[in-house]
Protein backbone atom coordinates (compact mmCIF):
# COMPACT_ATOMS: atom_id res chain seq x y z
CA UNK A 1 0.00 0.00 0.00
CA UNK A 2 1.92 2.82 -1.42
CA UNK A 3 0.54 5.96 0.63
CA UNK A 4 1.28 3.77 4.24
CA UNK A 5 5.19 3.23 2.66
CA UNK A 6 5.35 6.82 1.93
CA UNK A 7 4.45 7.64 5.51
CA UNK A 8 6.05 5.02 7.35
CA UNK A 9 9.26 6.46 5.60
CA UNK A 10 8.24 10.10 6.07
CA UNK A 11 7.59 9.71 9.31
CA UNK A 12 8.17 6.46 10.53
CA UNK A 13 11.98 5.88 12.25
CA UNK A 14 13.91 3.03 13.05
CA UNK A 15 15.54 2.06 15.91
CA UNK A 16 17.58 -0.30 17.89
CA UNK A 17 16.51 -4.30 17.25
CA UNK A 18 14.38 -4.02 14.69
CA UNK A 19 11.99 -1.25 16.45
CA UNK A 20 10.12 1.04 14.48
CA UNK A 21 8.58 3.59 15.74
CA UNK A 22 5.48 4.98 13.84
CA UNK A 23 3.66 6.63 16.83
CA UNK A 24 3.53 9.93 14.87
CA UNK A 25 0.10 8.42 13.03
CA UNK A 26 -0.72 5.11 13.84
CA UNK A 27 0.02 3.60 17.76
CA UNK A 28 0.15 6.71 20.04
CA UNK A 29 -1.02 9.64 17.87
CA UNK A 30 -3.51 8.29 15.18
CA UNK A 31 -3.78 9.72 11.74
CA UNK A 32 -7.76 9.20 10.95
CA UNK A 33 -7.28 9.78 6.89
CA UNK A 34 -4.62 7.44 7.16
CA UNK A 35 -6.90 4.56 9.05
CA UNK A 36 -10.26 5.30 6.64
CA UNK A 37 -7.53 4.62 3.83
CA UNK A 38 -6.02 1.03 5.44
CA UNK A 39 -9.54 0.51 6.27
CA UNK A 40 -10.71 0.84 2.48
CA UNK A 41 -7.41 -1.33 1.88
CA UNK A 42 -8.49 -4.37 3.76
CA UNK A 43 -12.14 -4.20 2.02
CA UNK A 44 -10.53 -4.30 -1.59
CA UNK A 45 -8.03 -7.39 -0.30
CA UNK A 46 -10.94 -9.20 0.97
CA UNK A 47 -13.72 -8.23 -0.86
CA UNK A 48 -16.60 -10.91 -0.99
CA UNK A 49 -15.71 -12.82 2.08
CA UNK A 50 -18.64 -11.62 3.81
CA UNK A 51 -17.10 -10.67 6.96
CA UNK A 52 -19.73 -10.85 10.19
CA UNK A 53 -17.25 -9.25 12.82
CA UNK A 54 -13.64 -8.13 13.03
CA UNK A 55 -11.74 -9.13 16.40
CA UNK A 56 -8.72 -6.93 17.42
CA UNK A 57 -6.27 -6.76 20.52
CA UNK A 58 -6.19 -3.94 22.95
CA UNK A 59 -4.85 -1.11 22.35
CA UNK A 60 -3.39 -0.07 19.00
CA UNK A 61 -5.23 -2.46 17.21
CA UNK A 62 -8.73 -0.93 18.33
CA UNK A 63 -8.74 2.14 16.26
CA UNK A 64 -7.56 0.58 13.21
CA UNK A 65 -10.36 -2.04 13.41
CA UNK A 66 -13.11 0.49 14.32
CA UNK A 67 -12.19 2.46 11.21
CA UNK A 68 -12.30 -0.45 9.11
CA UNK A 69 -15.28 -2.16 10.10
CA UNK A 70 -17.13 1.24 8.74
CA UNK A 71 -15.54 -0.14 5.47
CA UNK A 72 -17.25 -3.43 5.57
CA UNK A 73 -20.71 -2.81 6.34
CA UNK A 74 -20.68 -2.05 10.28
CA UNK A 75 -19.44 -5.03 11.44
CA UNK A 76 -19.08 -5.36 15.17
CA UNK A 77 -15.65 -5.11 16.38
CA UNK A 78 -14.43 -7.24 19.39
CA UNK A 79 -11.31 -6.37 21.00
CA UNK A 80 -9.28 -9.22 23.03
CA UNK A 81 -8.58 -7.69 26.57
CA UNK A 82 -4.78 -8.42 28.30
CA UNK A 83 -5.62 -8.14 31.68
CA UNK A 84 -8.57 -9.47 33.56
CA UNK A 85 -11.59 -6.80 33.86
CA UNK A 86 -14.52 -6.94 35.97
CA UNK A 87 -16.24 -5.42 32.41
CA UNK A 88 -15.93 -9.56 31.42
CA UNK A 89 -18.33 -12.15 33.34
CA UNK A 90 -19.16 -15.62 32.46
CA UNK A 91 -17.52 -17.92 30.15
CA UNK A 92 -14.08 -16.76 28.30
CA UNK A 93 -12.04 -18.11 25.50
CA UNK A 94 -8.46 -18.00 26.69
CA UNK A 95 -5.16 -18.24 25.07
CA UNK A 96 -1.43 -17.21 26.53
CA UNK A 97 0.59 -15.27 24.60
CA UNK A 98 4.18 -14.98 25.07
CA UNK A 99 5.77 -11.22 25.09
CA UNK A 100 9.53 -11.06 24.09
CA UNK A 101 9.50 -7.35 24.47
CA UNK A 102 8.43 -7.37 28.09
CA UNK A 103 9.85 -11.12 28.60
CA UNK A 104 6.76 -12.13 30.60
CA UNK A 105 3.15 -14.51 29.02
CA UNK A 106 0.08 -12.95 29.54
CA UNK A 107 -3.40 -14.42 28.75
CA UNK A 108 -5.84 -12.90 26.35
CA UNK A 109 -9.63 -13.10 26.74
CA UNK A 110 -13.15 -12.85 24.83
CA UNK A 111 -16.10 -13.21 25.92
CA UNK A 112 -18.03 -16.16 24.74
CA UNK A 113 -21.04 -14.48 23.72
CA UNK A 114 -19.28 -12.69 20.76
CA UNK A 115 -17.82 -15.02 19.00
CA UNK A 116 -19.13 -18.12 18.00
CA UNK A 117 -19.94 -20.98 14.53
CA UNK A 118 -22.20 -18.50 13.05
CA UNK A 119 -19.17 -15.86 12.61
CA UNK A 120 -16.76 -15.30 9.84
CA UNK A 121 -14.21 -13.26 11.55
CA UNK A 122 -11.21 -10.84 10.20
CA UNK A 123 -8.55 -10.44 12.48
CA UNK A 124 -7.05 -7.00 12.52
CA UNK A 125 -3.68 -5.58 14.21
CA UNK A 126 -1.37 -3.29 13.79
CA UNK A 127 1.63 -5.04 13.16
CA UNK A 128 3.00 -8.69 12.95
CA UNK A 129 6.83 -9.39 13.99
CA UNK A 130 6.85 -13.15 15.32
CA UNK A 131 3.25 -13.54 15.44
CA UNK A 132 2.14 -14.59 18.93
CA UNK A 133 -0.50 -12.28 19.79
CA UNK A 134 -1.87 -13.49 16.70
CA UNK A 135 -1.22 -16.80 17.07
CA UNK A 136 -3.72 -16.34 20.42
CA UNK A 137 -6.34 -14.50 18.40
CA UNK A 138 -6.30 -17.35 16.17
CA UNK A 139 -6.62 -19.80 18.72
CA UNK A 140 -9.72 -18.20 20.11
CA UNK A 141 -11.24 -17.56 16.53
CA UNK A 142 -10.52 -21.95 16.48
CA UNK A 143 -12.16 -22.40 19.70
CA UNK A 144 -15.08 -20.30 18.95
CA UNK A 145 -15.85 -22.70 16.34
CA UNK A 146 -16.40 -19.58 13.90
CA UNK A 147 -14.93 -19.22 9.84
CA UNK A 148 -11.77 -17.33 9.85
CA UNK A 149 -11.67 -15.36 6.70
CA UNK A 150 -7.92 -14.12 7.55
CA UNK A 151 -5.69 -11.84 9.07
CA UNK A 152 -5.28 -8.04 8.37
CA UNK A 153 -2.23 -6.49 9.04
CA UNK A 154 -0.96 -2.41 8.75
CA UNK A 155 2.62 -3.19 9.07
CA UNK A 156 4.80 -6.82 9.18
CA UNK A 157 7.75 -7.46 10.36
CA UNK A 158 9.33 -9.79 7.15
CA UNK A 159 12.36 -10.09 8.81
CA UNK A 160 11.15 -11.92 11.58
CA UNK A 161 9.17 -15.46 11.65
CA UNK A 162 5.57 -14.55 11.83
CA UNK A 163 4.06 -13.77 8.73
CA UNK A 164 5.79 -16.79 7.21
CA UNK A 165 4.95 -19.48 9.69
CA UNK A 166 1.77 -18.53 9.69
CA UNK A 167 1.22 -18.66 5.84
CA UNK A 168 3.03 -22.30 5.83
CA UNK A 169 0.04 -23.34 7.80
CA UNK A 170 -2.44 -22.05 4.95
CA UNK A 171 -3.66 -18.61 7.30
CA UNK A 172 -4.35 -15.93 4.80
CA UNK A 173 -2.42 -12.67 5.85
CA UNK A 174 -2.96 -9.51 4.20
CA UNK A 175 -0.23 -7.15 5.37
CA UNK A 176 -0.24 -3.98 3.78
CA UNK A 177 3.65 -2.83 4.55
CA UNK A 178 6.25 -5.90 4.74
CA UNK A 179 9.40 -4.81 6.02
CA UNK A 180 12.32 -6.34 4.83
CA UNK A 181 15.18 -4.95 7.08
CA UNK A 182 15.75 -1.43 9.32
CA UNK A 183 19.50 -1.00 9.08
CA UNK A 184 20.79 2.59 10.77
CA UNK A 185 17.27 3.95 10.96
CA UNK A 186 16.38 2.79 6.99
CA UNK A 187 13.47 0.90 6.31
CA UNK A 188 13.43 -1.32 3.44
CA UNK A 189 10.42 -3.01 2.04
CA UNK A 190 9.87 -6.17 0.61
CA UNK A 191 7.52 -6.84 -2.00
CA UNK A 192 3.79 -7.38 -0.75
CA UNK A 193 2.24 -10.66 -0.50
CA UNK A 194 -0.97 -11.07 -1.73
CA UNK A 195 -1.24 -7.67 -3.50
CA UNK B 1 -28.82 10.94 24.73
CA UNK B 2 -32.26 8.58 24.12
CA UNK B 3 -31.16 6.35 21.91
CA UNK B 4 -27.59 5.47 23.89
CA UNK B 5 -30.05 5.15 27.10
CA UNK B 6 -32.46 3.27 25.43
CA UNK B 7 -29.25 0.99 24.76
CA UNK B 8 -28.25 0.66 28.24
CA UNK B 9 -31.89 -0.12 29.19
CA UNK B 10 -31.90 -2.91 26.47
CA UNK B 11 -28.35 -4.44 26.43
CA UNK B 12 -26.05 -3.11 29.65
CA UNK B 13 -26.50 -5.03 33.00
CA UNK B 14 -26.07 -3.99 36.29
CA UNK B 15 -23.98 -5.71 38.71
CA UNK B 16 -22.99 -5.49 42.35
CA UNK B 17 -21.35 -2.54 43.25
CA UNK B 18 -22.50 -0.07 40.76
CA UNK B 19 -20.83 -2.05 37.83
CA UNK B 20 -22.67 -1.51 34.55
CA UNK B 21 -21.68 -3.88 32.09
CA UNK B 22 -21.97 -2.76 28.64
CA UNK B 23 -19.46 -5.18 26.79
CA UNK B 24 -22.57 -5.75 24.11
CA UNK B 25 -21.96 -2.61 22.96
CA UNK B 26 -19.42 -0.39 24.39
CA UNK B 27 -16.03 -1.63 25.89
CA UNK B 28 -15.22 -5.21 24.44
CA UNK B 29 -17.84 -5.89 21.36
CA UNK B 30 -18.38 -2.23 19.76
CA UNK B 31 -21.44 -1.08 17.87
CA UNK B 32 -19.96 0.95 15.49
CA UNK B 33 -23.00 2.92 14.18
CA UNK B 34 -23.71 3.69 18.03
CA UNK B 35 -20.25 4.56 18.43
CA UNK B 36 -20.98 7.32 14.90
CA UNK B 37 -24.12 8.56 16.75
CA UNK B 38 -22.04 9.14 20.21
CA UNK B 39 -19.29 10.89 17.60
CA UNK B 40 -21.99 13.30 16.24
CA UNK B 41 -23.28 14.16 19.79
CA UNK B 42 -20.04 15.46 20.85
CA UNK B 43 -19.72 17.15 17.70
CA UNK B 44 -22.98 18.28 18.68
CA UNK B 45 -22.06 19.17 22.07
CA UNK B 46 -18.89 21.18 21.35
CA UNK B 47 -19.82 22.93 17.55
CA UNK B 48 -17.93 25.66 17.35
CA UNK B 49 -14.90 25.05 19.56
CA UNK B 50 -12.42 24.30 16.96
CA UNK B 51 -10.93 21.41 18.04
CA UNK B 52 -7.52 20.60 17.29
CA UNK B 53 -6.74 16.79 18.85
CA UNK B 54 -8.52 14.74 20.39
CA UNK B 55 -7.11 13.20 23.83
CA UNK B 56 -7.97 9.55 25.05
CA UNK B 57 -6.71 6.44 27.38
CA UNK B 58 -6.31 2.86 26.57
CA UNK B 59 -8.22 0.80 26.07
CA UNK B 60 -12.03 1.74 25.39
CA UNK B 61 -11.61 5.24 24.98
CA UNK B 62 -9.84 4.41 21.95
CA UNK B 63 -12.65 2.99 19.74
CA UNK B 64 -14.80 6.20 20.72
CA UNK B 65 -12.54 8.33 19.80
CA UNK B 66 -11.24 7.81 16.47
CA UNK B 67 -14.68 7.19 15.60
CA UNK B 68 -15.76 10.92 16.95
CA UNK B 69 -12.36 12.49 15.55
CA UNK B 70 -14.67 11.67 12.17
CA UNK B 71 -16.95 14.47 13.25
CA UNK B 72 -14.30 16.84 14.29
CA UNK B 73 -12.91 17.25 10.82
CA UNK B 74 -10.66 14.40 11.04
CA UNK B 75 -8.17 16.03 14.24
CA UNK B 76 -5.55 13.58 15.20
CA UNK B 77 -6.28 11.35 18.30
CA UNK B 78 -3.70 10.80 21.05
CA UNK B 79 -4.07 7.89 23.37
CA UNK B 80 -2.74 8.44 27.10
CA UNK B 81 -0.65 4.70 27.63
CA UNK B 82 -1.05 2.65 30.73
CA UNK B 83 2.51 0.66 30.35
CA UNK B 84 5.56 1.71 29.53
CA UNK B 85 6.79 1.00 25.93
CA UNK B 86 9.53 0.93 23.58
CA UNK B 87 6.80 2.60 21.26
CA UNK B 88 7.35 6.05 23.14
CA UNK B 89 10.75 7.38 23.85
CA UNK B 90 11.64 10.94 24.67
CA UNK B 91 10.34 13.60 26.46
CA UNK B 92 6.66 12.12 28.01
CA UNK B 93 4.08 14.06 30.15
CA UNK B 94 2.92 11.85 32.86
CA UNK B 95 0.77 11.17 35.82
CA UNK B 96 -0.09 8.78 38.61
CA UNK B 97 -3.53 7.29 38.65
CA UNK B 98 -5.38 5.43 41.08
CA UNK B 99 -7.27 2.54 40.69
CA UNK B 100 -9.81 1.70 42.63
CA UNK B 101 -10.90 -1.43 40.64
CA UNK B 102 -7.49 -2.92 41.29
CA UNK B 103 -6.38 -1.04 44.55
CA UNK B 104 -3.03 -0.19 43.01
CA UNK B 105 -1.55 3.21 40.77
CA UNK B 106 -0.29 3.57 37.82
CA UNK B 107 1.36 6.09 35.45
CA UNK B 108 -0.11 7.28 32.12
CA UNK B 109 1.95 8.77 29.43
CA UNK B 110 1.61 11.00 26.58
CA UNK B 111 4.83 11.80 24.36
CA UNK B 112 5.35 15.87 24.36
CA UNK B 113 5.84 15.49 20.94
CA UNK B 114 2.11 15.37 20.37
CA UNK B 115 0.13 17.90 22.72
CA UNK B 116 1.31 21.44 23.16
CA UNK B 117 0.46 25.24 23.88
CA UNK B 118 -0.95 25.08 20.11
CA UNK B 119 -3.40 22.78 20.85
CA UNK B 120 -7.26 22.89 21.67
CA UNK B 121 -8.20 19.42 23.48
CA UNK B 122 -11.46 17.42 23.95
CA UNK B 123 -10.76 14.62 26.23
CA UNK B 124 -13.24 11.66 25.73
CA UNK B 125 -13.41 8.16 27.56
CA UNK B 126 -16.08 5.91 28.20
CA UNK B 127 -16.88 6.19 31.59
CA UNK B 128 -16.29 8.45 34.37
CA UNK B 129 -17.29 7.17 37.77
CA UNK B 130 -14.10 8.47 40.64
CA UNK B 131 -12.62 10.18 37.89
CA UNK B 132 -9.29 9.72 38.46
CA UNK B 133 -8.51 8.47 34.96
CA UNK B 134 -9.75 12.13 33.79
CA UNK B 135 -8.03 13.55 36.45
CA UNK B 136 -4.37 12.23 35.22
CA UNK B 137 -5.30 13.18 31.33
CA UNK B 138 -6.49 16.68 32.54
CA UNK B 139 -3.26 17.23 34.47
CA UNK B 140 -1.52 16.38 31.35
CA UNK B 141 -3.60 18.53 28.94
CA UNK B 142 -2.47 21.27 31.93
CA UNK B 143 1.41 20.65 31.80
CA UNK B 144 1.31 20.64 27.82
CA UNK B 145 -0.05 23.99 27.67
CA UNK B 146 -2.58 23.38 25.31
CA UNK B 147 -6.14 24.53 25.94
CA UNK B 148 -8.97 22.16 27.40
CA UNK B 149 -12.03 22.75 25.25
CA UNK B 150 -13.66 19.78 28.01
CA UNK B 151 -14.23 16.45 28.55
CA UNK B 152 -17.03 14.05 26.63
CA UNK B 153 -17.98 10.86 28.32
CA UNK B 154 -20.25 8.24 27.17
CA UNK B 155 -21.61 7.19 30.83
CA UNK B 156 -21.29 8.84 33.89
CA UNK B 157 -22.19 7.22 37.48
CA UNK B 158 -23.84 10.05 38.56
CA UNK B 159 -23.78 8.20 42.07
CA UNK B 160 -19.83 8.71 42.46
CA UNK B 161 -18.48 12.28 42.90
CA UNK B 162 -16.17 11.97 39.60
CA UNK B 163 -17.92 14.63 37.81
CA UNK B 164 -19.30 16.90 40.45
CA UNK B 165 -15.59 17.75 41.45
CA UNK B 166 -14.62 18.18 38.21
CA UNK B 167 -17.38 20.55 37.18
CA UNK B 168 -17.10 22.34 40.62
CA UNK B 169 -13.46 23.61 38.99
CA UNK B 170 -15.25 24.89 36.36
CA UNK B 171 -14.16 21.75 34.04
CA UNK B 172 -17.27 21.65 31.00
CA UNK B 173 -17.98 17.92 31.52
CA UNK B 174 -20.45 16.99 29.01
CA UNK B 175 -21.34 13.09 29.56
CA UNK B 176 -24.15 11.38 26.96
CA UNK B 177 -25.61 9.25 29.66
CA UNK B 178 -25.89 9.68 33.37
CA UNK B 179 -27.06 7.33 35.75
CA UNK B 180 -28.14 8.07 39.29
CA UNK B 181 -28.70 4.63 40.31
CA UNK B 182 -27.80 0.83 39.91
CA UNK B 183 -30.24 -0.96 41.91
CA UNK B 184 -31.08 -4.84 41.52
CA UNK B 185 -29.65 -4.33 38.09
CA UNK B 186 -32.44 -1.98 37.24
CA UNK B 187 -30.44 1.47 36.08
CA UNK B 188 -31.80 4.96 36.58
CA UNK B 189 -30.67 7.96 34.48
CA UNK B 190 -30.12 11.61 36.11
CA UNK B 191 -31.30 14.16 34.15
CA UNK B 192 -28.46 15.66 32.33
CA UNK B 193 -26.07 18.58 32.48
CA UNK B 194 -25.01 20.65 29.41
CA UNK B 195 -28.06 19.58 27.41
Known amino acids: MEILKQRIIKDGRGAEGGVLKVDSFLNHQMDIP ?30 IAVIAAQ ?41 KKFLGPQDKVLILDDFLAKGQALQ ?26 GGKNLREKGIRIESLAIISEITEGKVTFADEFGK
Chains 1, 2 share one sequence.
Open 34 to 63: LLNAIGEEFQRRFTGEQVTKILTIEASGIG
Open 71 to 111: HFGNVPVVFAKKTKSRNLDGDLYTAQVQSFTRGTTYEIQVS
Open 136 to 161: GLLKIVEESGAKLVGCGIVIEKGFQE
